[in-house]
């Protein structure tokens, strides 16, 4: 017990440092039901910063919460999307406190069952120990009381400690991933992130829930939010090829395929205004896109619609998919720098970046450097004139005032114009 409060204490003095850390022990101060919880304990522990805290209460979160927003300046009513804010969830107890500092997670302390294998949890009140037991590794299962007489109080459930120092992760009990199969998502992300390994019955265990194909009984919409949490960890690839490993990946659809020197690749020829997940989550596409046949594009558009991606994201990742393959063919038939802006018309910059890759896999280092160039320098050229300046010219409202000005970019493009808006009129004010 003295050890276990010695690694309590350690828990709390490394908290300190982080935002929001003193407002949280501060409320805490004089009650013995509030803990710091899961991934922070974890990560604290292991002498790293963890992304949020994760705080638990014996009741009403949604007062706790308050009252945090509160002390740290947080309006209660406020735009969800904002900088700051409080979200309740009453269904599950819980409650988020964020800002542009630091996250706090809360939730009441609570048990859990499963009527169904991949349903959502029946949620009840339950006791510090069921709240620890309701987790997914015994690594997120390690608790630290925040105030009153147990202050720095540490408890865990078996193997939790020896577990984090053998860089193991072990499941609670035999139905996990039946009872949740989204646990096996996580699974690879952790094992990621944390460079662990999964414990000899976990493996087992997540390879006969792969086996007996758990994952189909789970909805799309959280198959779906655990795939965008992984594509957004610190080592995506790393995350991916765990998933691919276990065989996760190919249980979720079996034409999705991991390729690591092309992910990477086309990570490095991306852009900063592109979309990483975006990007990542294409070339996983690709094994199906590449399939040129009539269904390819509707079974691509299925699953994205089954995973539940927002209109926008969903449409930029299949063009990008689809558009990829043939992109390289297209680079090196570009003559001119107008050519090659005509190649790459209307194709999201993740496309481009996932073809510049796979032409330097195919060995096509023409269509590579060309994408290269697109993406690096012609892209970020604009005309200095705009359709109202044609219309104040005479030129019609119509296609017309689109032809003219895309002549007039087409020639600059080709280095043709001195780069002044005369010269850039002149072209667009050319008779056909």
Avoid: C
Avoid at 250 to 255: C, D, E, M, R, S
Wanted: net charge negative.
């Amino acid at each position: 017990m003295h050890e276990l409060r010695i690694r309590g204490q350690a828990v709390l003095e490394r908290m300190r440092e982080l935002p929001g850390a003193r407002e949280l022990v501060d409320l805490a101060a004089g009650r013995d039901d509030v803990e710091i919880v899961g991934g922070a304990v974890r990560d604290l522990l292991l002498g790293r910063a963890p992304r949020e805290l994760d705080v638990v209460v014996a009741a009403d979160a949604s007062s706790f919460a308050r009252d945090l927003a509160s002390s740290l300046g947080i309006p209660l009513a406020g735009d969800p999307g904002g900088s700051s804010g409080i979200a309740v969830h009453e269904r599950f107890g819980t409650a988020l406190v964020w800002w542009q500092g630091g996250r706090v997670d809360i939730a009441r302390r609570r048990a859990e069952s499963y009527s169904a294998p991949g349903a959502l949890p029946d949620v009840r009140a339950g006791t510090p120990e069921q709240d620890l037991l309701r987790r997914d590794f015994t690594v997120n299962a390690i608790a630290v009381v925040l105030g009153g007489l147990r202050m720095g109080s540490l408890s865990a459930v078996p193997h939790a400690l020896e577990d984090l120092a053998g860089s193991r992760l072990r499941v609670l009990h035999e139905r996990s991933f039946v009872d949740d199969p989204t646990r096996l998502l996580r699974l690879a992300r952790y094992l990621a992130r944390l460079e662990f390994e999964p414990e000899q019955h976990t493996a087992e265990l997540a390879a006969q829930a792969v086996a007996g194909d758990e994952l189909s009984s789970v909805s799309g919409a959280r198959i779906g939010a655990e795939l965008r949490l992984l594509l957004e960890e610190p080592d995506p690839l790393a995350a991916l090829g765990r998933l691919s490993e276990l065989g996760i990946l190919q249980a979720l659809h079996p034409g999705l395929r991991f390729e690591l020197a092309l992910a990477r690749g086309a990570l490095a020829a991306l852009p900063g205004d592109g979309r990483p997940e975006l990007l990542l989550l294409a070339a996983l596409l690709l094994g199906i896109s590449r399939d040129r046949t009539a269904d390819a594009e509707q079974s691509l558009l299925a699953l994205l619609d089954h995973l539940e991606f927002t209109a926008g994201d969903r449409d930029r990742v299949l063009t990008s998919a689809l558009a990829a393959p043939l992109l390289p063919g297209r680079l090196e038939a570009a003559r001119t720098p107008s050519e090659l802006a005509e190649a790459v018309r209307g194709a999201p910059v993740e496309a481009v970046a996932l073809a510049s890759s796979l032409a330097e896999v195919e060995g096509r280092p023409a269509a590579a450097a060309a994408a290269a160039r697109w993406l690096s320098d012609l892209r970020q050229v604009r005309l200095l004139i705009t359709g109202d300046d044609l219309l104040a010219a005479g030129i019609p409202p119509g296609p017309e005032i689109g032809r003219r000005l895309g002549l007039a970019l087409r020639r600059k493009l080709d280095g043709e114009l001195d780069g002044d808006r005369a010269a850039e009129m002149g072209a667009a004010m050319e008779d056909p």
